[in-house]
């Protein structure tokens, strides 16, 4: 199995900064693309931005310009530095990633627990 942990969440006004980070481990081979995804209240789940292991970046419109993701391959862990924060930002962040086990080589999804980030207008 795969297992991801998340940190970094908590309250901040708006024009803030907060800076998440999710670190995977286990049975892992390898790591293709991580990255993170967001649900607000009463809405669907919806991704915020991806990285692939070559370092390729992609960002939803709503982010772009204000959210920047990086990973450290070495350490299996993706960031996400959030700055100019809105109050629509506030919502549940997962992390995620995918690739292959070293048990079987068979590939994987993993999801972290959520962090909580809340923006105060």
């Known amino acids: 199995q795969v297992q991801l942990v998340e940190s970094g969440g908590g309250l901040v006004q708006a024009g803030g900064s907060l800076r998440l980070s999710c670190a995977a481990s286990?049975?892992?081979?390898?790591?293709?693309?991580m990255g993170w995804y967001r649900q607000a209240p009463g809405k669907q789940r919806e991704l915020v931005a991806t990285?692939?292991?070559?370092?390729?970046?992609n960002y939803a419109d709503s982010v772009k310009g204000r959210f920047t993701i990086s990973r450290d391959s070495a350490k299996n862990t993706v960031y996400l530095q959030m700055s100019s924060l809105k109050p629509e930002d506030t919502a549940v962040y997962y992390c995620?990633?995918?690739?292959?086990?070293?048990?079987?080589?068979?590939?994987?999804?993993?999801w972290g627990q959520g962090t909580q980030v809340t923006v105060s207008s």
């Open positions: 995620y990633c995918d690739g292959r086990y070293s048990t079987d080589y068979t590939s994987y999804t993993g």
């Open positions: 286990g049975s892992i081979f390898s790591i293709n693309s």
């Open positions: 990285i692939t292991s070559g370092g390729r970046t």
